[in-house]
């Protein structure tokens, strides 16, 4: 007899969420492992950051349970955190005044909390930047300072809604990596949302194609290829297989909402 399957970190069971009469998530179920990295790609339009804020506790939804570790989701808490596009750093605080401030909003900034500060700091590799001011940094050292913050919390689960975006594309490589290694480290559970297919494909353990509005889990995919993983992993012909896949499933519904997009600027 097989070993039963560990109970889930996320848990989320058939999330529906209407803005007025538009149905933007349909009967979405998923589980999330105790330190698993799951990514998100789909189409825009189809609900993918409405998930992830359902899940922060951030939106409402009309039906379904979301749950962490069997403990309903109905607010934000601080078994959560949220990495966001934008890093949104305070502009008159320090590097480490920046990834403090979590739990310093807490009440929870004790000497033991200031250490594992600057432990995060180090990991996330920004020793010896501690007192330097965002306007100081580069878009990359800002999200490093942006996921310190997210982790000073001790989150269970790690919410990131394309954290890259905005950086250029050697930037962005160069994150990836790092970000593979934080996460290894910090043993986080992590559900990232990414545009690039082959970001998602090298990053996870699964990946979700979302489907076209209302959003809906189209095919769970798992990613089965060794780790630790190497840039190079991505010249393999495995992951170019995993990269063409997902992208047949989504990619007419991609043109079709660039195509709308299109329309409505014009």
């Given amino acids: 007899m097989s070993a039963a399957a560990p109970p889930a970190k996320l848990s989320v069971r058939g999330l529906t969420k209407y803005y007025d009469d538009l149905e933007v998530l349909s009967d979405i179920s998923v589980d999330v492992a105790d330190g698993e990295f799951v990514s998100i790609v789909g189409p825009s339009g189809c609900g993918k950051t409405t998930f992830l804020r359902i899940v922060d506790g951030l939106e409402t939804f009309d039906a379904g349970v979301v749950s962490i570790d069997g403990r309903q989701v109905t607010k934000p808490g601080s078994d959560r955190a949220f990495v966001f596009q934008a890093d949104s750093l305070q502009p008159w605080r320090t590097v480490w005044s920046n990834a403090a401030i979590g739990l310093e909003i807490q009440g929870r900034l004790n000497d033991t909390e200031r250490e594992h500060v600057n432990q995060l700091l180090e990991l996330v ?142």
Avoid: C
Wanted: proline fraction near 6%.
């Fill in 125 to 266: 590799g920004l020793k010896g930047f501690e007192k330097y001011y965002p306007r100081q940094l580069s878009g990359g050292m800002r999200q490093r300072v942006n996921l310190a913050r997210a982790l000073a919390v001790h989150p269970e689960v790690l919410l990131m809604d394309e954290p890259f975006a905005a950086l250029d594309a050697q930037t962005r490589e160069i994150m990836q990596t790092e970000l593979l290694r934080i996460w290894s480290a910090a043993k986080s559970t992590v559900l990232f949302i990414t545009h690039q297919i082959d970001e998602a494909v090298y990053l996870s353990d699964r990946v979700l194609v979302f489907g076209r509005r209302p959003g809906r889990i189209q095919e769970e995919i798992t990613i089965d290829l060794p780790r630790p993983r190497d840039p190079s992993v991505k010249r393999t012909p495995r992951f170019t297989e995993y990269v063409g896949h997902i992208w047949s499933l989504i990619e007419s519904a991609v043109r079709e909402s660039v195509m709308e997009e299109f329309v409505i600027h014009s």
